[in-house]
């Protein structure tokens, strides 16, 4: 009777700690597969669809479905039209399609661009956009002095001691600024890497009055980077180019003649782009 009775009083106890952070934790990611299915399926659809028809597809019970659809409405990345009682994909979903377009078409018209730029400088060339907070490098292009192989394209760094990444931050709001570098830190590399945020912005101030970046040895030792940036049609930067090398064949003679090359070429894919230049 008593194994009984312990045994029933087992059964009622909760479940510990880290099994209901797994259980919800499981659950979220299934709610948000189920959610990205709905949307593909309204993605790929020409016409408006019901509620019955999209539950049937995804395989889901109506209740969910329509819980699932009114939280993406919510964010506006479906859209519900009262007059036909149908879902359809929202603009949400295409403005961040829109995004990957841009970034599709910036690597495209890009890449003769920075094959040139290596041609003419003989060294390393990157194209990195901004992501969450870090530098995404979309392509690299070896030049004839470069003995490494270049890092795979979706390799990542900070913002704070890369040129391509403080271009990028030289166009952001101090704001945007301040809260990147809140997330993400000021991560000490070499001994010259910059390790407070007036020295930041200070640097990011200089960028944007000569046209472009340089990180003298503050990610790698020994490298040394300029970046120019790339702008959108509203003139906003989109992403940064640079060109990179050993800090023997980068002296600070070169620096300024390699920041002209990247300067003049990030201008190029700007106006290739549709975008436009600062005044």
């Known amino acids: 009777m008593e194994t009984l009775m312990t045994t029933k009083a087992a059964r009622r106890q909760p479940p510990a700690e880290g099994q209901t952070d797994r259980a919800a934790k499981g659950q979220v990611v299934q709610s948000l597969t189920r959610a990205l299915t709905l949307m593909t399926i309204l993605g790929r659809s020409e016409r408006a669809m019901s509620l019955s028809e999209l539950a049937e597809e995804a395989d889901l019970s109506p209740s969910t479905a329509h819980r699932l659809l009114t939280t993406l409405q919510q964010e506006r990345y479906v859209r519900f039209d009262q007059a ?30 920075l094959r040139r730029l290596m041609e003419e400088s003989c060294e390393l060339v990157n194209l990195a956009v901004e992501d969450n907070g870090e530098a995404l490098f979309l392509a690299r292009i ?79 030792a020994g490298v040394c980077c300029v970046a120019a940036p790339i702008f959108d049609e509203n003139a906003r930067i989109i992403g940064a180019l640079s060109v990179s090398g050993s800090n023997r064949r980068i002296a600070d003679t070169r620096v300024v003649a390699l920041g002209e090359m990247a300067r003049r070429t990030a201008a190029a894919v700007t106006m290739e782009l549709g975008g436009r230049l600062p005044v």
């Open 142 to 220: 070896g030049g004839p002095r470069v003995v490494n192989p270049p890092a795979p394209m979706g390799d990542r760094a900070h913002l704070h001691c890369t040129a391509v990444g403080k271009v990028m931050l030289s166009g952001m709001p101090e704001g945007q600024v301040q809260t990147i570098v809140t997330q993400r830190g000021m991560r000490q590399f070499t001994r010259t890497t910059l390790s407070s945020l007036p020295a930041l912005h200070a640097d990011l101030s200089l960028t944007r009055s000569r046209g472009y970046a340089i990180d003298q040895e503050e990610r790698v």
């Open 84 to 113: 036909t009682r149908g879902w359809s994909i929202g603009v949400q979903a295409y403005m961040t399609g829109t995004n990957f377009v841009k970034t599709r078409n910036l690597l495209e018209l890009a890449r003769p661009r």
